[in-house]
């Protein structure tokens, strides 16, 4: 652990063998309980489809167990929020870890013992959506109030690039061990993985985080994270598109690309390779954005959603799998630079007090056509054909991003100088968070998440 004389103006800030100033304690604990849980989750993912299948279920079931995760996600995504800024974050990430623990668990003993039937996965995905809903914006908002000045966007870049890569190991491994040993011991390993995370986060110290003030109420709390929100036009106007993106890549990823992996490709590994493939992307796109700074973060980021669209693409074709690989891992690249220049503009931007808040609705306004997407997935087949479905979400993609250039703000905003957040608390110092500042932590979908799927 750094010490306040290790990080004075005289010493070299990154020196071999020790740690950079901005990778305290924290920083490295929530590092670590997030490589963990993605090397479980994004497994799970994989295997909670397959244990539909093996059940008797079709893409339309797919589709309802993967909307069972992503409506509770929206209904309380706000309300975690809110919650997040009132009291200690890694409280709520440690109670949210323990949740998703439990109801894993329990998916994997249905699983392991061939009782499982549709309804029984959809409430426990469903527990699972609930405690990501809390837990997101309580870590978005501990990772953007941690990292200060010219570092800011280096930290972004290295925590993604180890979320990432236990994305890739994850998914890799999670399509092999489902196709040799089957869903549920992949199950179990995740919920294993959820029991570690919560632990390393237990030992969190946060008395290097300013007290925050008590607000009027949680009603109080959301009124003025929403009027942060629509004050900003970069800000609404960006998370507008994501909802469509990000609705169109769960339909994607949750029930199309299984689907076409199932019938063209020979199954789970392939599929598991191609989101592996998604994952090296972004590991590369990390080790970019970790030595490149845009001056215009925004509109840089924004060019760089179009190639999200390239996997639809390739799945409506759809190439072999080495053309849905590359595809993956461009996609991947791209997105990256995307989720790099998207954090520095809200740590840059959004005053420390209320990330969490803002964090809500950027995520609850990202994840909000996520259960409708892909519960239509299964009928939008029927309807039109798998490749049909797969190009008009292509195009959809293509044309919001596009639309988003037109808003000023994206166009033109600039990152400036290290000098504090405007019209917020002033920045954490350097010496406090190289000991005792709060860390990062991640989303195992999207990561979600998707907006970003991770």
């Known amino acids: 652990m750094s010490t306040p004389a290790d990080a004075s103006p005289g010493r070299t800030p990154h020196r071999p063998g020790r740690r950079p100033e901005w990778a305290g304690r924290n920083y490295v604990l929530l590092t670590a309980a997030t490589v963990v849980t993605n090397l479980g989750t994004h497994g799970a993912l994989i295997a909670t489809t397959w244990a539909v299948f093996e059940s008797g279920g079709d893409a339309g079931d797919v589709g309802l167990v993967a909307m069972a995760r992503f409506l509770p996600l929206v209904l309380f995504l706000l309300v975690g929020g809110a919650v997040a800024d009132r009291i200690p974050r890694h409280r709520v990430m440690v109670a949210a870890n323990v949740l998703n623990c439990v109801s894993q668990a329990v998916f994997a003993v249905l699983v392991l013992t061939g009782e499982a039937q549709i309804w ?49 190991g994850g998914a890799a491994l999670g399509g092999a061990l489902v196709a040799f040993v089957g869903p549920g011991w992949v199950l179990v390993i995740d919920a294993v993985a959820f029991a570690l995370a919560a632990g390393l986060r237990a030992f969190l110290d946060v008395s290097g985080i300013p007290d925050r003030a008590p607000g009027g109420g949680l009603f109080a709390d959301l009124r003025d994270g929403w009027r942060e929100f629509v004050g900003r036009p970069w800000l609404w106007s960006i998370v507008a598109q994501f909802s469509v993106v990000v609705g169109l890549i769960g339909a994607v990823e949750a029930v199309f690309g299984p689907m076409v992996a199932r019938d063209e ?46 996997p639809s693409a390739a799945l409506a074709v759809p ?65 039109f054909g798998r490749s049909e479905a797969l190009w008009g979400a292509a195009a959809l993609m293509t044309l919001v991003t596009a639309l988003v250039l037109l808003v000023p703000d994206v166009r033109n905003m600039t990152r400036r100088p290290h000098s504090g957040k405007p019209g917020g608390t002033p920045p954490v110092p350097e010496t ?23």
């Not at 990292?147 to 890739?168: L, W």
């Not at 590369?284 to 390239?310: D, H, N, Q, S, Y």
Request: hydrophobic residues 50%; contains cysteine; charged residues 10%.
């Open 120 to 168: 029984q996965m959809m409430i426990l995905t469903g527990l699972c959506g609930t405690g990501q809903a809390f837990f997101n914006p309580a870590a978005e908002g501990m990772l953007l109030s941690t990292v200060t000045g010219e570092q800011a966007s280096r930290a972004f870049a290295v925590y993604r690039m180890a979320m990432h890569g236990a994305s890739i």
């Open 265 to 310: 490709l020979g199954g789970a590994r392939p599929w598991g390779i191609a989101l592996a493939a998604y994952g090296a992307g972004t590991v590369a796109g990390a080790v970019l954005m970790a030595r490149w700074k845009p001056r215009r973060m925004l509109f840089v980021g924004t060019l760089c959603v179009f190639p999200i669209a390239l």
């Open 319 to 383: 190439l072999d799998v080495v053309g849905l690989t590359a595809a993956m891992f461009v996609s991947g690249v791209a997105i990256e630079v995307f989720g790099v220049s998207w954090m520095t503009t809200m740590h840059q931007e959004i005053p420390e007090e209320k990330l969490s808040r803002v964090s809500a609705y950027d995520w609850f306004g990202s994840t909000a056509l996520l259960p409708l997407t892909t519960a239509l997935a299964g009928p939008a087949e029927s309807a």
């Open 432 to 454: 406090a968070l190289s000991g005792t500042g709060a860390g990062t932590s991640g989303s195992p979908d999207a990561e979600g998440a998707l907006r970003r799927n991770g």
